[in-house]
């Protein structure tokens, strides 16, 4: 998507190893629709060239502060204030300590003391080897430049270049391109905790069979990541599904609808906003065979007995928080035709203020989607469109809601 469109990055690069997945990051704000100024120290250039960043972001590549291109030969104020964000990736130990003082001997730190804090942040992916990461001073350093307006983007755990293993990796591209964009959404949800649920649920026949249903989960996770970059604390319950946790989202893997309910009542206590994404199974089997039942050559089937899952929604939507409004709930409903009558229907039998319709089949499996917003008021169709920019309106729709 262009989440990034009409947005002039300043990706500023100091010495380490991380300097190599750089370069990816930089294809992936251009790929987002950003455009990008490249601004490399000294030590940056022992570990990749300028001409791959030139390549890379289509500009050429500054160095050095006392760079002639610039007409005013003030590169440090003018490429700070054309900037809408200002990333360090990666922000070596030395570079934070240079920032943490407010030191300006090259160009990147010249240009980070520069740059007007109000309006231009300053984002920070720190690489280096565990025991610098651990290192008190690195810590200090951290909390002061934080503390002076910096966002600190954290760190990767894993294998370092040096062969040790720890805190201390730069974030991975993929990763560092969504907190960027996560940087300039609106922060409609802050201060709220938002409870998700997602994906099918998996009812076991024996050990090794089960039912389940089509969901991809791809709503609900798109749902969770939206939350998050409106700056809401997530917990995201899932049923089983192979996606990528969203950064910054608390995830609790389930399999049952059972195991769904116990997830979810534990974690509505602390929510404010309930979002019902997942297709919960409406059945389980009776029993669940502790061992594979075996074909016996009879020619004879077993016989399933069903009964019915609770409905985690409804269960929620008539708890004493939700009724008094401390805790907004959204349901979904997966129709495969009179969209609006049964989406109207569900929200009454569900308690819920707010049902989101969608056409199962349209949606199940698929990265796009369209839906139907029914609440007291009436109903709003969200045109279809790719599932995390329609998550990202009905979270301003949910905000709005909790505004009145
Ligand atoms: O009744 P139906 O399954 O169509 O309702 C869909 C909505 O209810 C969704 O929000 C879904 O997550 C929720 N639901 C639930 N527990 C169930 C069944 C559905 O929370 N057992």
């Known amino acids: 998507m262009n989440d ?3 947005k002039h990055i300043v990706l500023g690069l100091s010495g380490g190893i991380a300097c190599y997945k750089s370069a990816e990051l930089c294809r992936g704000l251009i790929r987002a629709g950003a455009t990008v100024q490249v601004v490399m120290t000294e030590a940056a250039c022992q570990f990749i060239t300028p001409v791959t960043m030139q390549a890379l972001s289509g500009r050429p590549v500054v160095v050095s502060q006392w760079d002639a291109r610039e007409g005013n030969n003030m590169p440090h104020i003018n490429f700070s204030r054309e900037a809408d964000a200002i990333v360090v990736a990666p922000a070596s130990a030395d570079f934070i300590a240079k920032l943490a003082q407010g030191r300006a001997d090259e160009l990147l730190s010249l240009m980070c003391l520069a740059r007007p804090s109000g309006t231009v942040p300053l984002l920070l992916a720190p690489a280096m080897n565990r025991e610098m990461w651990a290192h008190p001073a690195t810590q200090r350093n951290l909390a002061q430049v934080q503390a002076d307006g910096a966002q600190v983007l954290g760190v990767g755990v894993g294998d370092q270049a040096c062969g040790e293993t720890g805190d201390g990796r730069m974030l991975e591209p993929d990763e ?10 609106p922060k409609l949800l802050r201060g709220e ?27 609900g996770f798109a749902i969770a990541r939206a939350a998050r970059e409106a700056g809401a604390q997530v917990t995201l319950v899932t049923g089983p599904v192979a996606l990528p946790t969203p950064r910054g989202v608390q995830r609790v893997d389930v399999r049952s609808a059972l195991q769904m309910q116990a997830a979810v009542q534990a974690a509505a206590p602390q929510a404010s906003v309930f979002v019902a994404a997942a297709a919960v199974a409406d059945w389980r089997p009776a029993t669940s065979a502790d061992q594979k039942i075996k074909k016996d050559g009879s020619g004879d089937v077993p016989a399933l007995h069903f009964v019915e899952n609770p409905d985690i929604l409804a269960g929620v939507a008539a708890s004493e928080r939700a009724r008094s409004g401390a805790l907004y709930c959204v349901g979904f409903a997966a129709e495969s035709h009179d969209l609006l009558a049964h989406a109207q229907a569900k929200r009454q039998r569900k308690g819920v203020p707010l049902l989101v319709g969608n ?16 609440d007291e008021r009436g109903s709003i169709e969200l045109p279809r469109g790719p599932k995390l920019g329609l998550a990202r309106q009905l979270v301003a729709e949910i905000a709005r809601r909790l505004a009145r």
């Open 4 to 6: 990034l469109a009409g």
């Open 193 to 219: 905790h938002v409870l998700v649920t997602a994906g099918p649920t998996f009812e076991a026949i024996d050990p090794v069979r089960g039912l389940t249903n089509l969901s991809s989960g791809k709503m």
């Open 176 to 185: 560092l391109l969504d907190e960027i964009v996560a940087r300039f959404q």
């Open 359 to 374: 056409i199962g089949p349209e949606t199940f499996g698929r990265d796009d989607n369209t839906l139907l917003l029914v």
